[in-house]
Structure formats: structure tokens, C-alpha cells
């Protein structure tokens, strides 16, 4: 079989020719058979045909594409590449799909909609920026962005040719190409170029385009606009724009068609034309020149409006008030021009008229208005209306117009007007456009006029078709250029291919003798008219191929052009092609006194696209404004025609199209009525044909049209050969092998590097072997799974049928069952009825008979008794008779027998007698005869006994059987009672035996409270014994300090007049004051504490003291402040303590001071030396002070303890009393810290009084008096503050006492507790339950009671707390003012070695606080951006920077300084937003992120918001910041977060970008799980969208890797769950928006297996964020996504319309029809019908949805969701942060 007999086979799709249609389908018939000679068609109108043949079938009709190729984006992919194919997939594109663009080849089609897509928002332009062409489907962003990356990558110069004839949309298409440009190559930090570009169109539309029979909004001009773009850091950026002008349309000003309008801006005026009341404006309809085509209005277009946008955009780009004004006036000038009458003129005296002239009112008001809107003379201009000046040789020679001359001079002048204003403005908006930077490469937007022919065409229709003859010579140059590139790069052979050549006609045209060269010769001559013209172009032009001539007449011609053959009328052409204007009516408006109509006036029109612009002055049009000449152009310039000007230009153009790659949008007009979506064929084919479509498709048909990659066919065409003959490492072959066996005939195909070409046709075919070969696989598979079906069908058929026979047939059999049921019922019913009736009447007639035989036989009885009685008399009578009778006979008988009888046993008895007589006589016969009598007469009275007792017995058990029934009644009775008594003592016994078990838990605990009740009174009794140990040996100290005080004083007396006359006076009266004025300074700051002084301070005084540093240094684990302990070792036994302080302060101590003064005698310097020691004690610092105050506030606080411990019952609130007494010694071991500061500070203070020079501290007598006066009255505040100190002692003590009592009372009531308890425990097994409830009443009760107390105890305990809390903040005050203390004798200059000694002792007890200088903020922040890398923070606390910022902070706080907290945070947020404003790696924005949320919450935390500190423990309340309130600061750092946040989320998302895709949809796991199964090796990575290796695994697999990777960064450094959620929730989002929006831009893609290959990937997905344990809102982005591909999965009929709604909640009406009509049918899937998507439709427009953006099928991939910062505790102590050394921090901060 011929590849023809198998493509023309029965069913067959083919096209046939139609009148109207222009192509019809049909179906075949019969099959077709080579040498046939006809057809046997079935046209879509269901009528039977028969097509005629040739013999050899060389006009065998077209065939359809298969159903794959419908539908296409590009046209040049179809298999069939004739006219009926393109057409119809255009067809299906636009009116079932509603898709307006389509590729074919290198060119976008694009259809006019006439309606209003969602096609151009900043979403679509988002979506289409970065895919190459063809990735997407078909748009004017995706033509336009291939020429941006073009200019990016080459940084050469481009060009998009936008065509079309009128109404087809040229200029739309145009002005997106030109927004998309500006949205692209917009900058934020320039001069908004791209707005001016854009506000450039609305006034191009104004005042060059109008309203026409084809378009409301026709564009009667060319326009090719440059957009400049410039190289900035390999980014193009545009930079500014120039526009050129071509061929406008002078004479729509004076003369508009019917239907058809002006220009708008004059309709645009005269709506506005309250805002002008100079203008003397009125309506449309009034004006001349406005209402010649009698359609003013152009419907759902208000033009007032569109002039305030005129205006608007006329001011952006650089049009001053004034300017614009003028223009208006020019504007309404030249209306009131078009409405000045000229009127008939007579002969002076009669009433003939003067048909040589004209005449113009002088009083015409249209005339002054004119004038005046000019400012020009208004007789001048009336004047050269009515005459024209004629040149002779030496003279001019004034002759006077006709009507028709001086009108049509007055439409000239208004054209003339009108041509320079528009150059005008296109010059002021070049101007605005061009800054005049450098020009680096521009993208060149065409925006020309297509192929044109009317009914009359003339000189303008002329123009147009000749320049898209030059356009479409260049366009057929390219495309077979990059035809010819495309086989040389895929290395093919291949033949030259014929394409059409239009030279021919452009000769014609442009040639030496042409029609424009005649033209012009023409024009020059003096009496030049058309018809001569038209003679000439007859005789010259014959030649010509494609010129004809017409057959009647002289005023027309006829071109062939590429296109059609169009027919020009000559009348016309002359007068537009010299395009004259009268030289004097120039001059008078040259003359105007507004400056603007002069300068409009002095244009030079020069063609900028071949001059040079760097020595021109242009301003980028076509024009150049030369204001400042005075003289007219000289007439050399006028003498140059419209013709040769328009050929210069466009030699120009192509010239410049020539050094661009250009780029092609074909618009096409749909319909003449401007219906949306109206499909007229004939007027679309027509067009494909004038606008190169069908020429491309026939160049691309004459070579190798169709192109796969090796890896699409492999996967599409693998089912066409053996599994053998395939393999999947090398795919080339296998396609090699796939082709050679179905296409023999090797010119039909060609195997390139990277693609198969094909000829036009084969694909089509393997389609169809293709479709046969599934077919018939799918017939087998079909077969078996039919028989599956049908077998299971039939088995289960066969189960229903035996389970519905069986339950027939129990029916049938319970039925008749019930039947016979029934009929014996009935029976007996029957029976028993008849029996009844029987039985009554039998009973009746047995009554009756009984009756009758009743009283029948009663007579009968009776005469049968009487006669019976009768007889029975005579019976007796006779009886007693005959007795009578035989009894005498008897007798008499009897007595005869008697003496009979007595007479034989008389004689037997006398014989008897004898021998037993004789018998008698012998003993053992008597022996015999007695011993048997005997054993029967016992054996009977035994038997007779024994009768008796059974008969006793049986008598007794008979009277108690009836009492045993009763009591076995009452027994029964008893055992129901005793099972329920049963069941009680069970549960009683478990009750007794839980309470056993609580009772012994109960005697246990208070045993262990006796235990610890003893240990506790051991405790206080030991306790108390060594508090009064203490006491006695601080009493002992006290005497003892006190004598050695007296004898100190003494001792100063002598020294003091010994020192007298050696003391320099002066030197000791400067040390005395500044002594003096310390110690003021010291006693203003210690007032309040000095009148808690201690004992202690009496011992300052003293000579022989221990020194601090010495207690320091031999015991630094002090346990707290005593009252005269000082600094001795607690832990030494205190009798060794006595000891050795009596030792080192009374004997030793006095002996060297013996010694010293002995010495001092003979050497003057050690005496120095021992007054500087002496003086230094006389002088009480406030150290001294704060020790003593501390060490008493000490005392109290531990005997306060101790009472309150002491005093607490033991009870279940044991533990947390334990839980509180340990956390009280953790604050006594923390207050012993405290003491061993303290005494270094003391030590500090000491020495630093030790330093002072010996020569400043002489004194003199006087003010040792005043010194000793002072040591007199602190003596005498200690011994009240003794006296004191014994009154709270003696108070103590009486609280001691009441506390003893108090326990000894709750002693006696444990013991009474435990005894009763003891006792119920005795009793308990005699107990009834009535006592165990009064017994556990009891032990309630107590509980309560104990329960009350334990209440009562916990207040105090909280009350002791309160307590704590205030001494702790006395402490902390003290702890201030001593580092206050401490830094100020830092300055004064202390030794190294006790500098050491406070710095180790501080170290102890930080305070979180990070001192700094503000001078050192820029190198601090600096630092900590640049040493903190992401290896360094993995290592640190999360947040550790916001925490060491907060520290600073503090410090500021502390110290109140304002500025330093100002500098600090303003700085940091300066350097924060120069990260994110700047590129950075994510790692260090997360970092920032962090830090920046932890700062937050730490100002939140330690702010004074009672909503953030609840939480804080006291010593963070303690550390709260004091004198700021940085709410306001708190807000911007939450404008930082933000912004971060939104940087992070575009970086990331920026990488994600290029994987989304792959992952999400091209990603086949499924193919993909089916290739690695028959795979050795894996494959080669071969494409994106065919191989999900690409890049080193699975797509999806490489997303989850990148989210991944972003999760382990957020979780390395410290990123709460929270705000990582809402990354992700943002992160799934955007997924969610490119995948749909690539879905939705992608028609190709949009079938059944996508929903399966989405839903797959999106489970992955799924799979790994439930994984992490996030919730389920981070998935909710991702429902649309879902959704989709449930759809596309879902059954598409009109009964599943309710289904699709419900199922398509996420997703806008827009989207669901979007993937409806591009949903992509397979080969056995039921085809998509108008009603169901109209039925759709009208059902998901009633949904309840938002309306908003509800005709926008994208989703914005820029939005971002907001970041919501919520608060988090930190529990962490500032004071444990340290700083490390790695970040080179140490000497700019110092921990405090």
C-alpha cells in the first residue's frame, strides 16, 4: 500500500474548496486507490459529493493535520503546511481557544480581539521575562523580550515591524512591545524614561490617528520609535527614545469619508472646550472640517477625557503651559479656518456673477476668530484666500481665485497647519525623549501601515502598498536567510529553495521611467495634469510585468503587487505628490506675533535616519525647528515632491532595518463590524496572503517545515519499532531507525545535530501509522481487558444471579409456605367455625332434646318407678317370704349336718387326743415344740418395735415438711440478703484497706516530721548556741577595739606634738582640704547609711587591724556579712577564731606599735610613714560604710530566716519549703560573692588612701582636733546604734519565744493527732463503717485545719520574699554606686596588683552590661558585619550580636547617655539597610534577620510594656532599661525586620526561579521510573524539559534539595519555627504563582498527563514539608496548584459542570476557562463543546468569589505576604554572656 492509499483511507479528513467558507472539511467516503478517478466525499454539512481526479492524483485534495498538530503555536509545525491548515488553526486558536497570538516561523500573528484581555498586566510581563521564545505560549512580551536578550547578549541594534492594514491593531501591539521595553529596562534611580516613553502614545494617538470605516483608533501615519538603551553593569537600560514619522495623512484635516472622523485631538478639543472659552469653540457639528463623515462619537470613548490625558501627558514629557496652550489655539485656528465662507461674487452693478473670482466677507466671524487664535492679520489672510501671486520674469502678476481655487487654498494652508504642528510635536517629544547621552544600541518599533486597497485607491494607498512591497522584499531576505542558517547549523544538505522576489514590481515603481519617476517629471512640468500623467505611465510602463493598463479609458492603472492586484485612479496624484501651499499665506503666518506658528512655520523637514546625529541639530525626528531664521525656505527645498521625499525615507528605513535583526508582528483585522471574536474567513485569508503569512508557511513548506528534537520523538514515535531496535543511550539512532522504517524515501527526511527535519506531510503521516499501530495495540489491550471485564462482569453477574435465585426462590418457597399456612389456617378456622356452628346447633338441639327427653323420660322414670316400685314391693313381699321360707329349711338342714359333723369330730378329735397324749409324754418333742415360739414371739416384738419408731418417725417428718417449706422460703430470702452483704463487705474490705494504706502513709510522714522536727530543734539549739558564742566573742572584740582605740589616742597625742615644729604648714593645709572636701563628698552620698553603721566602722580606726587584701586572699568563699566578724574565716572552730584574733589584734598589734614609736624618735621619715597610717584611719569611707551597712542587713536577713524556718509546720508542704530554703542559700552563697566584692573594694579604697604622697598629708593641731571631735561622735552613733541593735535582738528574741510556743503547741497537736490515729488503727478491724466515716470526717477536717495554716505560712513566706526583694534592690543600688566608686579611684590611678584583684572579684558578678565609646561605634559595627560569617555565628548563641547591642544599650542606659543610645541604634539600622539594599549572600541576610528579630524582643523584654516582662525573672526586671523609652526605635528595627525579610524572600526566590518549572511540571517521574528500569547507564542529560537528570538528579528532587538547604540555614542559625514557617508559607507561594502562571502561558502542556506529572511533584513536596513537622498552613499557597491538576485530571462533560465548580475553589473563573480552552485532547478523549464551557462559565461566574482582577488568569509572583514578628521570652542571663576573642572585639568593648 502507497503512503497515498494509507493517508487517503476511509474516514479520512481533507479539505475541499467552498464559495463562502473558502475551504470547507470533509470526511472520505471510500478509500482511495491510486489511478482513481474520483472521490467520495462527506462535507461538514453532512451532503455526499464526488471530487474529480487526475489520473496520476497530483490534485488529490489537501489533508487535514491529525488532532496532535491542531491547535498549534507555531504554524510552521504543522505536518501540512498549505493555506486550508493555517487558516483553520488560526480558526481554533481564536475562536474556541481565544488565543490572539500565534507564531508562524519568526512572525507573531496577532488578531484583533476586539474586546479586552487579561493579557498585558505587570504579572504577564513578569511571567514572559527571562523565557526564551517559544517557551511560552505566543505573545507580543515574548517577541519583545527575545529582542531584549538579544540586545543584552549581542548589544546590537533591533527591530520588531508591527503591519497590518487598518483596524487590525497595529497600534496596540506597538505601544505593548514599547511598555514592555520601559518595564524591563526601567531603572528606579533614572529620570523615569520609560514613563515618558509610554506617555508618548497618548499623544501620538491624538494627533495622528482617527476613526475610520475598519478602526475607531487608525493610525494615519508611520511611526518608527527608537528606544536607546544603554550598558550598565551588563544590564540594559533604557535611556531614552526618538520617533520618526512617516506619510501623514494631511488630507483626513480637511475631508473624512462617510463614517469615518478627524484626528481625535479636535473632537478631544471641542469636548473640553469649557476649559478654553478664548477659543470661541462649539460643538463638533458646527465645524467644517469635524462633520464631513457624519460620526462624531466613537462609542465607550469619552473625549473629554482623553484630552485630559493628552494634556497630562503632554506636561510629563516637557510641554510648558504656554506651549499648550498655543497649541490648542493652532488647533482651534485651523477649525475656524475650515468654517471661513467663500460665497459667490457678482460684476459691480449687475447681478452677474463672476465665476474667475470669490469674495469673503469682511465681517466674517470664523475670519477674525482665525486672525486672532493666529495672531495674524486677519485682511492679509483674506487677501491671499482670494488672490494668488503669479512669478513672471521681471515681474508677479496678482490674479484672483475661483470658488473652488480659494477653497481649496484654504484647505491647503489647513493642511500645511496641521502637517508642521505634528512635526512639531514629534520634535518637542524627541527632544523630551533624548537627553543626549551616549547612544549605545536601540530597539527600533515599526509602526507602519499594511497593504491597503479600496474601491478608489489613490496617491496615499500608492505610498503604502509601495512601501510594504520594500518591506516585504526585506522580510522574504530574511526569512530565507535564517531558513538557509537553520540547516547549516544542524549540518544538513540541502537544495536552494524558491521563494517569491518582488523586485520586479519595485522596478516598476522606483526604477528610471517608473511610476514615481514619471511622477515627479510630471510635476515639473508647467500644464502637468493626471490624465497626461496616466498617458505617459501607459506608454512607458508596459513593459513592466506587473503593470496593466485598464480596459477603458486613461484615468486608472493596475500593479500586481506581492499581495493583489490593485487599481489606482490617477485624479489626484499630481496635486498630492507637489503637495503645494500658497508661498503668501505662509508668509502671513511666518509674520504671526505668536512666536510658536512662527517657529512651526520655519520647519525643515530632513530625514534623520541617514544624517548623522552628531552634526545635526535635530531633535531625533524627522524635523529640525530652526526658531531663529527670519527668511522663508528657500523654493529648491518646496520644489522636492511627496514622492521622492517618502522614497528617501523609506530607503532610509529599510536601510536601517537592514543593520537590525528584525523581528515581525502581523496584525490581522477579524471582521469589518468590530464584533469580539467574529471569525470572517474570507477577509482573514485575504490577509494572510497581503501580510506574508502564507509565504512564509510556503517557504517553510518548500524546504523542511517539521523539526523534532531527538528526545521528543523518541518518546512520541518509540511504539513505531522493536524494543530491539531501540536504545536509549544513543536516541539518535533509535530515531534513525524509527524513520528508515517507515519513510523509505530518504529526501523526505534529513538528520540534523539536534533535530529530525522533515518534509511537509510526514509527520502527518507517522501520525496516522502511529494512530493505526495504537489502534490496533489498544485494540488487543482492549480485547483482554474487555474479557477481564466482562468475565469479572460475568462471575459477578453469575454470584448476583445465584444470590437473587436463591432469595427468589426462599421467596417463592415462603410464599407458598405461607400459603399453605394460610389454607390450613383456613381449615381450621373452617373447621373450628363449623365445629362451633355444629356445637351450637347441636347444643341447641341437644338442649331441646334434653328438654323433651327430660321431661319424657321423667314420665317414664316415673311410671317405671311406680311400677318398679310396685315390683320391687312384690319383690320384698316374696323376698321376705321365700326367706322366710328357706331359712327354715336352712335350719333344719344345718341342724342335721351339725350332729353329723359333731359326731365325726368327736370321733377324729377322741383319736387326735390320744396320740398327741401319747406324744406328750417325751422331753425333746416338748423342747422342739417351745424353742421355735420363742425366736418368732422376739422376732416379732422386734418387727412390732420397729414399725412402731417408723411410724413415730414418718408421723414427725410429716408435721415438719410443712415447717421446712416455710423456712426453706425464708432461707432463700436470706442468701439474696448475705450475696448483697457479701458485696458489701468487699468493697468495705477494699475501703478499709486503702484507708490501712493511706493511715500507714500518714504515720509514716509523721514519723519522718518527728524525725525532722527533732533534727530542726537539734538544729536551733545548736544554732543558738553558736549565735551566742558569737555574740559574747563580738563583745569581747568590741572592749577590746575600744581600749586599743583609747590607747591609740594616746599615742597620736604624743606623736602629734612631737610632728608639730616638723610639719610644712602649707603642704599639709592643701592635703588637709582636699581630705576634707573627699570626705564631704563621701558623707553627702553615705547620709542615709550612716545611721546604719555597725561596730565595725569603730574598727576602722584601729592600728592593728587585718588587712582586707589579706582575708581576701586566704579565704575567698566568705559565707556573708556578720556584724564584727569582718573578713575572718568562718570555717576555722571559734575557739581557734578567739584565738588567733586576740592574738593578732591586742598583743601583737600593740608591740609593733611600740616598736614604731620607739623608732620614730630617732628617724623622722618612719614616723611620716605611721601618721600616714594613723590618718588614713581616721578618715570613714564609704566602703567602710557599705560593708557594715551590707553585713548587717546580713544578719538580719539570716536571723529573719531562721525564725521564719523554724516556725513553718512540717507537713505535705515539705518539699516546696525545701525548694525554698535551697534557693535561699543559693542567695546567702550569692551575697558571700557580694562580701568578698565588697572587701576588695574596702582594700581598694585603703591603698588608694595609702598612695596619696607622705609630704601632702602633714596635718596640723587644729585639725587633728577637729578629728579626733569627729571620732568622739561616731563613737557615741555606735553606741546607739548598739543600743538599737539590742532592742531588735531582745525583740527578736520575744518573737523566738512565741515561735517556740507556737510549735510546742502544734507538737501537743500532733501527738493527739497521731494517737487518735494510732488508735483507729487498733480498732480498725472491730470498726464499723459509721466509725470509719466519723473517722475520716475527723481526719478532713484536720486537713482543712492544716491546709489553713499552710496557707497562712506560704503568706509569709511571701512577705519574706517581698523582703528579699527590697534588700536585693538595696543591694543593687549599693553595688551601682560602688563601681561608681571604683571607676572614679581607677582614674585617680590604683596599683596594678589590687587592680587585678577587683577585676578578678567583678568577674564573679557581672551585670550584662557591654561598656564602649561612642567614638568606637563605626568600627564596632563593622566589625561584627565582617568577622560574623556564617561559620563564625554557627558557633555562637543565636543572636549573639543583638545581645551584645543590647548590652550596649544598657550601658547608654545606665550611664543616661542619650546621644550614645541615638548614634548606637541609628548606625545599626543604617548598616543593616546597606546589606539589604546591596547584594549579600543569603546566609548573611538570615544572620541579620535573626539578630535583628533577637534585638527586638530584647527591647521588648527589658522595656517597661507590662505585656512583654511578665515573664522575667527579678533579676531581669532588675536589669530593665531606666531611663529610655525606645518605643519608637522599636518600630523602625520592625521596618528593618520587614525589609530583610522581603530581601531574603526575593533572593531566594530569585534562585528558585529557574527550578520551579522543571520540578513542577516538566518533571515525568513516571517516564522517567520507565527509562531507569530499561537503563544500563543513566541516559545523557539532553534537555531540560525531556530529562529530569539535568543538573544532577530529579528537578524536584533538586527544589527540595534548595529548600532543604534553606531550612538546615534558618535552623543553623537560630531562626524561630514561626518565622521559618512563614518563609516557607511565602517560598510555596511562589512556587505555586510560576508554575501556574508557566501553566496558564503554556497551552501545549495542557493535558490529562500534566495533572498527573503536578500532583506527583506537588506531593513531594507535600511529603517533605510535613517531614519537617511544619503546619498546615505553609501548604495552603499550594491549593490552586492542586486544584489545577485535578482538573486537568477531571471528566470534562456538561454533567460534571457542578463537580469542576466544587472542585475548583482556589481558582478564579478566568484560570479554570483559561485551561479549559487550552487543554489539549488525546487521541480518544471526547472533544470540549461550546456548552460546556458556556454552562461552565455562567456556573463559576455565580460562585461567591472576590471580584477583584477576576479577568486576570495569572498570579502575581511579586506579592509577598506580610511578615508578622511575634514576641519571644529569652531566658537567657546577660550577665553569662562573655565576649570572644575570634571577633577581635576586646578592645572596643568591655564587659561590665
Known sequence: ???????????????????????????????????????????????????????????????????????????????????????????????????????????????????????????????????????????????????????????????????????????????????????????????????????????????????????????????????????????????????????????????????????????????????????????????????????????????????????????????????????????????????????????????????????????????????????????????????????????????????????????????????????????????????????????????????????????????????????????????????????????????????????????????????????????????????????????????????????????????????????????????????????????????????????????????????????????????????????????????????????????????????????????????????????????????????????????????????????????????????????????????????????????????????????????????????????????????????????????????????????????????????????????????????????????????????????????????????????????????????????????????????????????????????????????????????????????????????????????????????????????????????????????????????????????????????????????WISQKQTWRLENEELRRQIDEIIEMAKNAEVSQRTQEDRMMAEIDNRELNEAYQRAIKDKEVIENENYMLKEELSRLTAGSFSLHGRKASNASSQNEDDVGYASAKNTLDINRPPDLLSKNYAYNDSTSLVVKLRAILEEEKLKHKNLQEQYIKLASRHKPTEDSFRVSELEVENEKLRSEYDQLRTSIKHGVEINELNAQHAALQEEVRRRREECIQLKAVLLQQSQSMRSLEPESLQLRGNDVNELMEAFQSQKLINRQLESELKAITEEHNSKLVEMTQEIERLNNEKDELQKVIFESIDEFEEANVDTLKQNDRYLRRELQKAVAQFLLVQEELKLAHAKLKAYRQDGGQLEHKLEEEMSRNKANGTSSDVGANVTKQKSQNPQGLMKFHSSDLDKILQRLLSALTPRTVVGLLPGFPAYLIFMCIRYTDLTNADDDVKELLSKFVIQIKKMHRTPHPIENRVIWLVNSITLLNLLKQYGDVKEYVKFNTEKQNQQQLKNFNLFEYRRVILDLIVNLYQALIMQIQGLLDPKIVPAILNNDEIQRGRQAHGMRSRAPSIGASSSPEHGGGPAWKQLIGQLEHFYKQFQHFGLDNCYAEQIFHQLLYFVCAVALNCLMLRGDICMWETGMIIRYNIGCIEDWVRSKKMSNDVLAPLAPLNQVSQLLQSRKSEQDVQTICDLCTSLSTAQVLKVMKSYKLDDYESEITNVFLDKLTDTLNARQMQKSNSDEFTIDQKFIHPFKVVFRYSDIKLEDIDLPSHLNLDEFLTKI
Open 1 to 1019: 500500500m502507497s503512503s497515498e492509499e494509507m493517508l487517503y483511507a476511509q474516514g479520512a479528513k481533507i479539505w475541499v474548496p467552498h464559495a463562502e467558507q473558502v475551504w470547507e472539511s470533509a470526511t472520505l467516503e471510500e478509500s482511495y486507490r491510486k489511478g482513481a478517478g474520483f472521490l467520495k466525499i462527506c462535507t461538514e454539512s453532512g451532503s455526499l459529493k464526488e471530487v474529480k481526479l487526475k489520473a496520476d492524483g497530483s490534485d488529490l485534495p489537501p489533508l487535514r493535520n491529525p488532532a496532535i498538530l491542531v491547535g498549534q503555536n507555531d504554524l510552521t509545525t504543522l505536518s501540512y503546511l498549505h493555506e486550508p491548515g493555517v487558516l483553520y488553526n488560526l480558526r481554533v486558536r481564536f475562536c474556541e481557544r481565544q488565543i490572539i497570538y500565534t507564531y508562524c516561523g519568526i512572525i507573531l500573528v496577532a488578531i484583533n480581539p476586539y474586546a479586552e484581555m487579561p493579557l498585558y498586566g505587570p504579572s504577564i510581563i513578569r511571567a514572559y521575562r527571562g523565557h526564551a521564545m517559544g517557551d511560552l505560549e505566543p505573545h507580543i512580551f515574548a517577541l519583545a523580550e527575545e529582542a531584549y536578550t538579544k540586545l543584552e547578549r549581542e548589544n546590537c541594534n533591533l527591530s520588531i515591524i508591527v503591519s497590518g492594514e487598518s483596524g487590525a491593531g497595529k497600534t496596540v501591539s506597538a505601544k505593548y512591545a514599547m511598555r514592555y521595553f520601559a518595564a524591563v529596562g526601567g531603572s528606579e534611580s533614572e529620570t523615569q524614561v520609560e514613563r515618558k516613553v509610554l506617555a508618548s502614545s497618548p499623544i501620538m494617538e491624538a494627533f495622528g490617528n482617527a476613526k475610520t470605516t475598519r478602526n475607531d483608533n487608525s493610525s494615519r501615519f508611520g511611526k518608527f520609535t527608537k528606544l536607546l538603551f544603554r550598558n550598565q553593569m551588563g544590564v540594559m537600560y533604557l535611556q531614552g527614545a526618538t520617533m520618526h514619522t512617516y506619510l501623514l495623512e494631511k488630507s483626513r484635516v480637511v475631508y473624512q469619508a462617510q463614517g469615518e472622523r478627524n484626528y481625535h485631538i479636535f473632537y478631544q478639543l471641542c469636548a473640553a472646550r469649557a476649559k478654553y472659552p478664548e477659543l470661541v469653540l462649539d460643538h463638533q457639528d458646527k465645524f467644517e472640517f469635524l462633520n464631513m463623515g457624519g460620526a462624531p462619537d466613537i462609542e465607550r470613548v469619552s473625549d473629554a477625557d482623553q484630552f485630559n490625558e493628552t494634556v497630562q501627558a503632554m506636561t510629563v514629557l516637557g510641554f510648558s503651559i504656554q506651549q499648550i496652550a498655543d497649541i490648542v489655539k493652532i488647533l482651534a485656528g485651523i477649525l475656524h479656518l475650515g468654517n471661513i465662507q467663500v460665497s459667490k461674487k457678482f460684476n459691480e452693478g449687475s447681478e452677474e456673477e463672476d465665476t474667475d473670482s470669490c469674495e469673503i466677507f469682511h465681517n466674517d466671524i470664523h475670519l477674525q476668530i482665525t486672525g486672532d487664535l493666529l495672531r495674524v492679520s486677519a485682511e492679509d489672510l483674506r487677501r491671499w484666500l482670494l488672490m494668488r501671486k503669479i512669478e513672471s520674469v521681471n515681474e508677479y502678476v496678482l490674479i484672483p481665485n475661483s470658488i473652488e481655487a480659494a477653497q481649496a487654498a484654504r484647505d491647503a494652508l489647513a493642511k500645511h497647519i496641521y502637517a508642521k504642528l505634528f512635526q512639531y510635536i514629534v520634535g518637542v517629544l524627541n527632544k523630551s525623549l533624548n537627553n543626549g547621552s551616549k547612544q549605545c544600541s536601540f530597539i527600533g518599533v515599526l509602526d507602519i501601515y499594511g497593504f491597503e486597497t479600496f474601491e478608489v485607491n489613490s496617491f496615499e494607498q500608492f505610498c503604502i502598498n509601495y512601501a510594504n512591497e520594500k518591506l516585504q522584499q526585506q522580510f522574504n531576505q530574511h526569512v530565507f536567510k535564517l531558513e538557509q542558517e537553520e540547516y547549516l547549523k544542524e549540518g544538513i544538505t540541502w537544495t536552494m529553495i524558491d521563494f517569491y522576489d518582488n523586485q520586479p514590481c519595485i522596478d516598476l515603481i522606483e526604477s528610471r521611467l517608473g511610476v514615481l519617476d514619471l511622477l515627479d517629471e510630471e510635476c515639473r512640468m508647467p500644464k502637468g495634469s493626471d490624465e497626461s500623467w496616466a498617458g505617459k505611465l501607459i506608454g512607458k510602463c508596459s513593459k513592466f510585468p506587473h503593470f496593466e493598463k485598464p480596459r477603458f479609458g486613461t484615468t486608472s492603472f493596475f500593479i500586481k503587487h506581492f499581495s493583489d492586484t490593485v487599481e489606482y485612479d490617477v485624479n489626484g496624484f499630481l496635486e498630492k505628490n507637489r503637495d503645494t501651499v500658497s508661498k503668501e499665506l505662509t508668509q502671513v503666518l511666518s509674520e504671526s506675533n505668536m512666536s510658536l506658528v512662527k517657529q512651526v512655520m520655519t520647519l525643515e523637514e530632513i530625514d534623520t535616519l541617514s544624517v548623522d546625529p552628531a552634526k545635526s541639530s535635530t531633535l531625533g525626528g524627522r524635523v529640525v525647528i530652526s526658531a531663529g531664521r527670519k527668511q522663508v525656505v528657500p523654493s529648491k527645498q518646496h520644489r522636492k515632491t511627496v514622492g521622492s521625499q517618502f522614497q528617501e525615507s523609506l530607503a532610509s528605513l529599510i536601510s536601517t532595518l537592514h543593520a537590525t535583526t528584525p523581528h515581525y508582528v502581523r496584525c490581522i483585522k477579524p471582521n469589518d463590524d468590530k464584533v469580539a471574536f467574529k471569525w470572517e474567513t474570507a477577509k482573514i485569508i485575504q490577509q494572510l496572503r497581503a501580510c506574508g503569512v502564507l509565504e512564509t508557511v510556503r517557504i517553510s513548506a518548500a524546504g523542511f517545515p517539521s523539526r523534532w528534537l531527538y528526545p521528543d520523538f523518541y518518546m512520541r514515535y518509540q511504539l513505531l519499532v522493536y524494543r530491539s531496535k531501540l536504545d536509549k543511550n544513543d536516541m539518535k539512532t533509535s530515531c534513525r531507525n524509527i524513520v528508515m522504517k517507515w519513510i523509505p524515501d530518504e529526501d523526505k527526511y534529513r538528520f540534523g545535530n539536534t533535530q529530525i527535519f522533515f518534509r511537509a506531510g510526514q509527520v502527518a503521516f507517522l501520525e496516522q501509522v502511529r494512530a493505526n499501530l495504537r489502534k490496533k495495540y489498544i485494540t488487543i489491550v482492549q480485547s483482554v481487558v474487555r474479557r477481564f471485564i466482562y468475565r469479572r462482569r460475568f462471575l459477578r453477574l453469575q454470584l448476583v444471579i445465584g444470590g437473587i435465585q436463591r432469595h427468589a426462590r426462599g421467596f417463592l418457597a415462603r410464599q407458598r409456605v405461607q400459603k399453605m399456612r394460610e389454607a390450613r389456617a383456613g381449615l381450621i378456622l373452617s373447621k373450628y367455625a363449623r365445629g362451633w356452628l355444629c356445637r351450637r346447633r347441636f347444643l341447641r338441639l341437644r338442649h331441646s332434646i334434653a328438654g323433651i327427653q327430660t321431661y319424657a323420660r321423667g314420665m317414664m322414670a316415673r311410671s317405671k318407678f311406680h311400677a318398679m316400685r310396685d315390683h320391687y314391693r312384690a319383690v320384698q313381699i316374696q323376698r321376705f317370704v321365700r326367706g322366710a321360707l328357706a331359712r327354715r329349711a336352712y335350719q333344719k338342714r344345718r341342724r342335721n349336718i351339725i350332729i353329723c359333723q359333731a359326731a365325726i369330730r368327736r370321733f377324729l378329735a377322741r383319736r387326735q387326743f390320744k396320740r398327741l397324749k401319747a406324744e406328750a409324754k417325751t422331753i425333746s418333742h416338748m423342747e422342739n415344740k417351745y424353742m421355735g415360739l420363742e425366736n418368732k414371739i422376739i422376732s416379732m416384738q422386734q418387727r412390732i418395735d420397729e414399725l412402731n419408731r417408723d411410724n413415730s418417725n414418718l408421723k414427725h417428718k410429716t408435721s415438719e415438711i410443712s415447717v421446712l417449706k416455710m423456712k426453706l422460703e425464708l432461707k432463700k430470702t436470706l442468701e439474696a440478703e448475705f450475696k448483697n452483704v457479701k458485696a458489701a463487705c468487699q468493697d468495705k474490705d477494699k475501703l478499709i484497706e486503702a484507708l490501712n494504706k493511706q493511715l500507714e502513709a500518714e504515720r509514716d510522714e509523721k514519723m519522718q516530721l518527728l524525725e525532722e522536727n527533732g533534727h530542726a530543734q537539734e538544729d
